[in-house]
Structures are given as C-alpha cells and as structure tokens.
C-alpha cells in the first residue's frame, strides 16, 4: 500500500480523534441512539465533503497556508478577520475542554484525595501553564505516541463492552434533547488543519491526497460512532459525562483506569501544544506582548470556568456549532470562489453543485444560530 496514503490517512484519523471523542456517548445516552445515529451519518457526509472541499482548495492554491491565509487570498482582510475571531474561541473553547476533561479523569481513578471535586482540574492547569510559559514544544512529538495508546485503550474498551452490551439501551429516545448531539459530533468530526499538512507530506500523485482524505474521515466517523454506540450500549443511562468512569461497574478497575490515564496524557500534550501554538500566535500573528499572551492563554479559560462553565459538554456543542458555521461555510465559499477562477478539479469523486453548497451553508449557520440561542437561554 502506498507509504503516503497510510501517512496521510494516518494524520488526519489523529487530527480528527481527539478530546471530542469523550462526550459523544453521554450526548447519544441523553438524546438517544438512533438520533446520535442519525446525526453521524448526516454530519458525516457533510464534514467528509467540506474536507474534501477544503482539500481542492489547497491543492490548487500556490504557497502554504491555512484557513485564515486562504481566507485572505480568496475572500478580502474581512473574511480573514473573521477566521481570526473563529481561531480565538476554538483555542479558549478546547483549553476550557481539556481542563475540565482532565479533571473529570482524575477523579474517576483518584475520587476521594480532595474534598473539591475541581481540585485536580486546577492542579493540571497550573503545571501545565507553567509549561506554556516556558514553551515545551518536544512535547509535540509525544502527541503521536499518545494518540495510539489512546486509540488502543479505545478499542480495548470496545472490544470489552460489546459481549456485556444491553439492547435495551439503544432504545430509548428523548425529543427535548435531540439538538443536543449536534455540535459534540461536530465538533468531533472535525480535523480541517491537518489537511494543509497533509498536501505537504504526500509526494505522490493528487488523487492519493484525495483518497487519503475519503479514508481519514470515513475511519475517524466510524471510530466515533463505534466508541459512542459501545459505551452507551454498556452503560445506558448511567453513562457519564466523560464517558469513562461511567463505565466502572460494567468492565471493571483496570480498563476504566487505564483508558483515564490515556487520556489524561493525551490530553495534556494537546493542552501544551494548543497552548503554546496559541500564545505564539498572540505574539507573531497579532503582536501582542509576550507577558500578555502567556496571561491570555493561561488565564482566560480558569477565569470562564470560574465564572460558570463547569460542563464540557456544554464547550464541544458551543464550539462544535458555531466554529462549524463559521469555519465549514468559509470552507464552501472558498471552494466556490477556486472554481470561480477557472481552477480545474478534476479527481473529485463526485460533483459538488452550487446547490449543495448553499445546503451545507444553511445547515451550518442554523446550527450555530441555534447553538448560540440555547447557550444564551
């Protein structure tokens, strides 16, 4: 098999299977299964065409970008703007995640240390800004690494859960709850910045890089589904917000503990990574001084869960919602304006119409309009 297909693959299944992952059982328990069901493979279609979409336009655009950077090629310094905006939130929104991901681990395989329940999410947060600070960016090459454990702890689980599965679980529904999923799922799908790197690191043909992607979100939305549909299907009801320590009574000390401790890891490498490739944006891309960004980046997400924001739940469906309208209809638009300028595609697998488009757009932006109003009431 090709050697940049498998790389390729490989990267964005990693870019896409991530924090994410953790709350899609509890949003499938509280809506239901066969409404999680049927957001996977709506979402799915959309976020593998976007993805696609998003690969033309790197493919036929000179230079190495991003989505800003192809924002401003394309679309004027108004439209960068507003990715800039987008960029922000999805940075603070994924510190506030993994903060309050990690804390929930650290309770399930330590519950009784400390009497406030939020004591290890403020241990994590402050030896891990120090690592901010000082920028540890070898921790990068540990995210690889951490991610296949974590992957292999996941099947592990899977593997466990499906001979204690009860049937009964995947049958219950609750219509008050059915936009719940939506933007946890979103935003576990999506894996758009591993997509200029992907370009880079395929030398081989454009069709390779076209495949590779087809097969990245193929794998990484069935790994998902598979995840939510095993716990929930393992532990109902009682699935917990985490999606881990619900599972306890049902597989025992040591898989619980061990996919905690995965995760944790896992979590605090993608902590330092964001956090330390967010404060050098502050720094390079909007000049901002160094002791501010340090401040910024550390401070700003312990200060929103102080003032409130205890669910991380809440943070995947918010981001998940809003980010997907802003950065998938930028995506689109894109697309269309490369075409628009006589770019030749010509190894999509299927015709992306106008039409189609404008669907995704509206999709998108009512999601997050209704995301927004609901995080508003």
Known sequence: ??????????????????????????????????????????????????????????EHTEGQHRLMGYSKIYLGSKASKLVSVSVVISMFGSLIVYILLASDFFNTILPDVFSYDFAWGFLFWGILGIGIIKGLKTI?????????????????????????????????????????PYGVILFSLGGFAAIPEMRASIKSDSLTFRKSIVAGVIISTVVTFLFGAVVLGVSGQTTSIDAIGGLLPYLGKIVVYLGSIFGILAI????????????????????????????LVIFVPMMAIML?????????????????????????VLFLKARSRGVSIPHLPVNFSKTLVVFIISVLIAGGMYATFNLLV
């Open 268 to 295: 605090a490498t993608s902590y330092l990574i964001i956090g330390v490739s967010f404060k050098e944006s502050f720094i390079y891309d909007w000049k901002v001084k160094k002791s501010i960004s340090n401040s």
């Open 1 to 58: 098999m090709n050697k940049d297909f498998i790389k390729a693959t490989s990267s964005l299944v990693g870019a896409i299977v991530g924090a994410g992952i953790f709350g899609v059982p509890f949003v499938m328990a509280q809506a239901g299964f066969f409404v999680g069901f049927a957001y996977f493979a709506a979402l799915g279609v959309i976020m593998l065409v976007l993805h696609l979409m998003y690969g033309e336009v790197v």
């Open 140 to 180: 990068a090459k540990m995210e690889v690494f951490m991610m296949a454990l974590l992957m292999l702890v996941m099947f592990a689980i899977v593997l466990k859960g499906i001979p204690v599965i009860n049937m009964q679980n995947y049958f219950t529904l609750d219509w008050s709850r059915a936009f719940l």
């Open 308 to 332: 409130g924001i205890k669910s991380f739940i809440i943070v995947l469906g918010f981001v998940g919602a809003v980010l997907g309208a802003v950065d998938g209809s930028v995506i689109a």
